[in-house]
């Protein structure tokens, strides 16, 4: 298989809830119009706590300098895995799960931390620009290493560090953080780019106005029920990650859908906001999944973690996570 190191330079910000409308005017060009910004990856998730951006430098100018937005404290790299050739977002999606030993794990090993986004059209996984040269040892041996250069895919060159790594050693990672589970069932879905002005005010509500649903009823009452919605726009690849609810206020036939019309759930990782420096906590996550077969999505955000797997897993997935916990 192929690793893709895609070009994009990117930065990790998080945007108080209080402080969302000074930036709503450039991330509404970032999303919307984006042929008038030279922005190529954009991404934006709300929780209950903040809204976290991913975007590449160009596409960080369009946002004001604000008390209101925090910085990660590092330049990031996007990799991609890709079986077979061609380019990455038209390869078939792979799920978090099947980069799990491959991938994750490995750069677990290594004390490398990996920040995720799992997306409709594939999974990334981040990665501190300075790390890179260790990645690329870590992974070399299992992938053929490619760099995405002007939009062409070339032989990734040795970084000139060939030894003076230590060999890892392998220890078992029980899963430290408390997880949790919203009653919101949540759906991973796209739209095709032409498509977009038709639903861009519905859009825009959803994104920074609605502030959660608008019928209040039981769901309204849940208290287990979060506000979580993800939007990104990549290389001109739209992926949408919503709950149930939120995706009947579209259109018939605008957003697309598997066709068994999978619905996922929640799993929640962290109590305390995680922060950028400790190393494995996605591969705490994806390893067991993976052991179990159990297809996933998985997104990091500047606070917690956030994994989607399939409903009817549910209950099995939070059993084996927490036995997962106990174990030492």
Known sequence: MELHILEHSLKVASIEKEGIQICTHGLIKLAFLASKTRCKFFSLTETPEDYTIIVDEEGFKELPESEHISVADATWLALN?????????NSQPIGVT????SVIAPLADHNISVFMLSTYQTDFILVRERDLPMVMHTLSSEFTLLRVINGE??????????????????????????LSSPSNMFCVTSLDPDTLPSVATLLMDVMFYSGGLKDTGASGEDSSHIRFFSFSLIEGYIS?????????RFPNNVLFTSASGELWKMVRIGGQPLGFDECGIVAQISEPLATADIPAYYISTFKFDHALVPEENIQSVIGALRTESTAQ
Not at 98 to 101: C, F, S, W, Y
Not at 159 to 168: A, D
């Open 153 to 178: 895919t070339v032989a990734a060159h040795n970084l000139g560090v060939t030894n003076g790594f230590v060999k890892p050693k392998l220890v078992p990672r029980p899963i430290i953080h408390p």
């Open 81 to 89: 895995v890709v079986s077979g050739g061609g380019n990455a977002s």
């Open 240 to 248: 949408l990650v919503m709950d149930e609810q939120t995706t009947q």
């Open 98 to 101: 099947k980069i799990a030993k």
